[in-house]
């Protein structure tokens, strides 16, 4: 397979994005000169053009109404168009409809005058068309719309634009549709809206990577093949087809499946952009011509014909399958001829408009009039349920006298065509050829969905419960209960419901299937399947997108009732890393024989052996913790906020590695329990009292399953603390947990992105083994608490001990106390008193690298030198001499990323390297603090570049420009007009601060912002790297978590009026 490389890949994506962003552009400036999309007609349009406007207004109901619905699906007709016309061109494909002959882009360009087209895009857009007339519908509106002459082209040097290797690659068409849907699917993400119609396309779809189509078809078609032509050349090429040590298919050879060939159907019902298609078309076009000695034409016709079907719910999708398709025929097949139009539908198009629309189509034809009226009330909602869709299950449907109808009683093989003889009539209404079109469309989805197929293969969408729509929700509850907490699961029983009897499937389907007790009504049901292999994917199996999202597995089933002892063929490729790996993996990995026993749990084995001991869940319970429903507000760094007691409880999270005392960076706004936290309708799993105050292990709940020693504060939701049925095992438990082996037992049984707290104890446990680590490694009994890490809420504030000395220092001289620094120590000497320390001397104080130098001396007594500074510098990844460079250039971008770019010390400059700069601790910087930075401080520096300058001091009057500007900036914060306002969500207006005024408890997020605004951080603009974007979630009212909001002095004064707070 000729694939693209990962430079080619980012040049197509840009090309892609690119090109949709212009085609809307394009198409909604050419519908809005059409009156679109709810003006008057406009006077000046022709009879072409009011003819086009009333088929777009047609199109835009049968879509369900939503103008932008119909944007996009004539923005998707012009760019593809085009793309596929280059993808023609560039493969010797395109050719002259009329005259049944090859033309370039050149000729096309020649033919534009005399075929009365703009230019030879356009031709050549035209000519794709017409030879691909199953792709591209000519009577389509949304292909008929003209762009005007500026967009048109500004798309064609998008497609211009496109390197020609793209073209020869033979996984470019998927690529085009995954970065056609790359922003669309992001704007679903972010929306946190339930799923469901025309979002479900774009958030689903995942490029099915060329290894696991080959896996799953090769051990499944490939074995059925080699078990019957051993001796053929094709089993050779099947590089993914595994064997068992008698030479014999390890999946097994599929004797239930028919003898020939020709009888064999595969179907891919999520088909997407065609790659299962693609490659069983080749496999399957060679089986016949070898089998039935047939040339490469018959043979590719037949399988098209007989063998190969597809549906997806994404009518775009199913264009470029069909391409995919076509291009795969022409290329094996010596070049381009008019093909069988391929097997594959849209099943996710749906029946919008209304009924007696729909039945006047029958035209006075009874039989044609009660399919119409069946098929309306099956695809009504086909842009949510696709193939979900089952016209062969018993359905009801009331007619006007309450009776109830089946859908059995319709043969949907013959009312495709007579709907498509429909479509084809004469009809002087636009609107009525629009419902025609997409009545055949769905009659032809309707006869594929009823009929039965030898092997099932695809790769289906995923989606878990909480993000499905309501609709989609009752249908799965409905028809599939036992897949109704994951698409993926429910389209898994959906193909077993369209095999032949002893048919197969073969999936991509997610990981966790295989052990989540959510899913173990699915594993029953295995029971009754004979399962052939299970490959277990792991991390990392999708190059398109970060490794950890989706986990998965490829499974091959058959409706065979398994022999008792029977064996899985199993495979693991979890622990390779990359794509490339794990199909190396599966091409030469030996698969091993598992049996299956107890399908309902997790299956099919674990690898640790069980016998003799017990469970871990014997010896201790592992509880859920808090959702506060809105961690922004709620969860803040302790060194953000006042630590006020009253306001604040120590708060433990997930830690970040495995050390006896991690994971303490946090506080909870829990106001004793009073506050807005506890009255949240969103908040639950509130720690129960049983917890608290005990002692235990806490774990992360992801990732590595890092875990530290708990001692009973409120914990997150991201980890779970294990408490011990007998305190005197907590030694033990924490040997056991903090070892390697515990993840490695934990991950052999669930490999899910977060493990839920049953499984973190459903592993064997050798207590005494463990008892006897413990004592060995903790003679003296477990750790006290305590940590040399500034972020963690243990430390007792000490630069010496530190893991970050010279961020500890100048937390220290700016007067910030941690909250376990004792009341006094020998440091307290060294802190400034107002929290403002300047670098230059001003105001009659010394340098900063003076007063810190002074500090760590003070701090490291007879170990302090200057090799001892050289090594903390280096330690801080500076690679400055001396504290002064360190402190001017280095200090505040490294105090952003030690402190979660939340930082407390914020150094505020001018922008010059010999010019004004201040370290001020943030927890004094209070209006009369930033007063006094403003007037006192930087009042002292101008007063003497005033001077210099006054005196010609080179540089001086540089200097003054750049402080005058900074005072400027700093004076508009302490107004506080927008931009340089401070806005707090979860505050109403009356009681956001007027000014600066900061509330400390709000965080550094929020108080920052005016002094961002205003660009007065020392360093880049991307320090500290802070947003104030929508938070996920809603407020209570529905609307969106917006922190981007600004009001003017003048607003909260009135809402203050209003509310009697003036």
């Not at 064609?156 to 549709?177: H, K, Q, T």
């Not at 093989?413 to 469309?441: C, F, N, Q, S, Y």
């Not at 505050?987 to 601060?993: D, V």
Request: aromatic share 8%.
């Amino acid at each position: 397979m000729r694939a693209l490389s990962s430079d080619l890949r980012r040049q197509l994506e840009s090309a892609v994005l690119a090109g949709r962003g212009a085609a809307e552009v394009g198409v909604r400036a050419a519908m809005q000169r059409l009156g679109l999309p709810d003006q008057p007609k406009p006077s000046y349009l022709d009879e072409r053009e009011a003819r086009l406007r009333k088929a777009l207004l047609a199109k835009r109901r049968q879509l369900g109404g939503d103008f932008e619905v119909l944007v996009w699906e004539a923005a998707y007709e012009q760019w593809h168009r085009l793309l596929f016309a280059r993808f023609l061109a560039e493969n010797g494909l395109l050719r002259h409809p009329e005259f049944d002959a090859p033309v370039t882009l050149a000729e096309c360009e020649e033919l534009a005058e005399e075929l009365a087209e703009p230019d030879g895009w356009s031709v050549a857009a035209r000519f794709a068309a017409e030879i691909l007339p199953g792709i591209f519908r000519l009577e389509d509106p949304c292909v008929q719309l003209r762009l005007a002459p500026e967009h048109r082209v500004g798309l064609e040097r998008i497609v211009e634009g496109v390197p020609v290797e793209v073209f020869a690659a033979d996984d470019s068409l998927g690529w085009v549709y995954q970065y056609w849907q790359s922003e669309r699917k992001d704007q679903v993400n972010t929306s946190e809206v339930k799923i469901g119609g025309a979002d479900l396309g774009p958030l689903t779809q995942l490029f099915t990577e060329n290894y696991m189509v080959r896996c799953l078809l090769e051990n499944s078609l490939g074995a059925w093949w080699a078990a019957r032509h051993p001796d053929s050349p094709l089993v050779k090429e099947f590089e993914f087809l595994r064997f068992d040590d008698d030479g014999q298919p390890a999946a097994g050879s599929f004797d239930g499946w028919p003898d020939t060939v020709a009888e064999v159907t595969v179907m891919d019902p999520c088909c997407g952009s065609g790659h299962f298609l693609v490659e069983a078309f080749g496999m399957l076009r060679r089986m016949r011509a070898e089998e039935e000695e047939l040339g490469p034409v018959a043979a590719q016709d037949a399988v098209l014909a007989d063998n190969l079907f597809g549906l997806e719910l994404d009518p775009r999708c199913v264009q470029i399958a069909m391409f995919a398709v076509a291009l795969a025929a022409w290329k094996q097949g010596g070049g381009w001829r008019r093909l069988p139009t391929p097997n594959i539908a849209c099943s996710g198009i749906p029946a919008k408009a209304p009924l007696e629309e729909w039945t006047a189509l029958a035209d006075g034809d009874e039989r044609l009039q009660r399919a119409l009226e069946r098929l309306h009330a099956l695809f009504k909602d086909a842009d949510t349920l696709g193939s979900l869709i089952d016209p062969r299950r018993v359905a009801e449907m009331a007619n006007a006298a309450g009776l109830q109808r089946s859908f059995q009683d319709v043969d949907f093989d013959e009312v495709a065509p007579l709907l498509e003889k429909a479509a084809a009539r004469e009809t002087d209404d636009p609107a009525t050829a629009v419902l025609g079109a997409d009545a055949a469309g769905i009659a032809r989805a309707a006869s594929l969905l009823s009929r039965s197929y030898t092997l099932i293969a695809t790769n289906p969408p995923y989606l878990g419960r909480g993000s499905h729509g309501e609709l989609l929700q009752q249908h799965l509850d409905r028809n599939y209960p036992a897949g109704a907490d994951e698409l993926g699961a429910a389209f898994f029983l959906r193909s077993l419901d369209l095999l032949t009897l002893n048919g197969s499937a073969s999936a991509v389907l997610p990981q966790n299937l295989l052990y989540l007790k959510a899913h173990s009504s699915l594993r029953s049901r295995l029971r009754d399947l004979d399962l052939s292999m299970i490959a277990r994917l792991g991390a990392g199996a999708f190059g398109s997108i970060s490794g950890q999202v989706v986990q998965v597995a490829l499974v091959i089933a058959s409706l065979l009732i398994p022999e008792s002892g029977s064996r899985i063929a199993w495979i693991e490729a979890r622990e390779e890393p990359s794509p490339p790996r794990k199909a190396r993996r599966l091409a030469t990995g030996n698969p091993v024989r598992v049996q299956l026993q107890q399908p309902d749990k997790e299956m099919p084995f674990s690898p640790i052996q069980r016998a003799g001991l017990s469970q871990l869940s014997d010896f201790g319970r592992a509880w859920q913790g808090l959702v506060t429903g809105d961690t922004n507000r709620y969860v803040l760094n302790f060194w953000e906020v006042t630590t006020d007691p009253d306001v604040w409880q120590k708060y433990v999270i997930a830690p970040d590695f495995t050390a006896p005392y991690r994971g303490r960076t946090s506080l909870l706004r829990w106001e004793r329990g009073r506050g807005a936290l506890v009255k949240s309708g969103k908040a639950h799993n509130f720690n129960p009292e049983r917890v608290l105050d005990r002692r235990g292990v806490l774990i992360a709940q992801s990732g590595s399953l890092s875990s530290t020693i708990y001692d009973g504060e409120p914990f997150n939701d991201a980890s779970c603390p294990l408490i011990p049925k007998s305190d005197d095992d907590l030694p033990a438990l924490w040997a056991y947990c903090s070892s390697d082996e515990y993840a490695e037992a934990i991950r052999s049984i669930n490999q899910s992105i977060v493990v839920r707290p049953g499984y973190l104890t459903a592993v064997p446990f050798d207590v005494e083994r463990w008892r006897a680590v413990a004592t060995e490694e903790f003679p003296d009994g477990l750790p006290e608490p305590w940590s040399d890490d500034p972020t963690q809420w243990l430390f007792e504030g000490r630069p010496e001990v530190a893991t970050e000395p010279l961020q500890v220092a100048v937390g220290r001289l700016v007067g910030y106390r941690w909250p376990e620094q004792p009341g006094e120590d020998d440091l307290d000497e060294f802190s400034d008193a107002d929290g403002i320390v300047c670098l230059p001397p001003v105001g009659g104080e010394l340098p900063a690298a003076d007063r810190l130098t002074a500090l760590l001396a003070g701090a490291y007594g007879d170990q302090w030198s200057p090799a001892l500074l050289r090594k903390l510098l280096e330690q801080a990844g500076s690679k400055k001499k001396r504290l002064a460079g360190w402190l001017r250039d280095d200090f505040f971008k490294h105090h952003c990323k030690v402190f979660d770019n939340r930082p407390f010390v914020w150094q505020i400059a001018d922008g010059r390297k010999d010019g004004f700069s201040a370290l001020v601790n943030y927890h004094g910087l209070n209006r009369s603090g930033l007063e006094k930075l403003t007037y006192t401080y930087l009042g002292d520096w101008l007063e003497r570049q005033r001077a210099d300058a006054a005196e010609d001091v080179a540089g001086a009057d540089v200097r003054l420009g750049a402080a005058r500007k900074l005072k400027d900036k700093l004076e508009r914060i302490l107004e506080g007009e927008p931009p340089f306002d401070i806005y707090v969500r979860w505050k109403p207006l009356p009681e956001q601060p007027i000014g600066w005024d900061p509330d400390l408890d709000d965080g550094v997020r929020l108080n920052i912002r005016p002094f961002v605004e205003a660009d007065v951080l020392a360093g880049p603009s991307s320090v500290p790297r802070v947003h104030w974007r929508k938070d996920r979630g809603k407020n209570p009212d529905g609307s969106d978590r917006r922190n981007d909001l600004h009001y003017t002095i003048a607003e909260k004064q009135q809402a203050r009026q209003k509310a009697g707070k003036a």
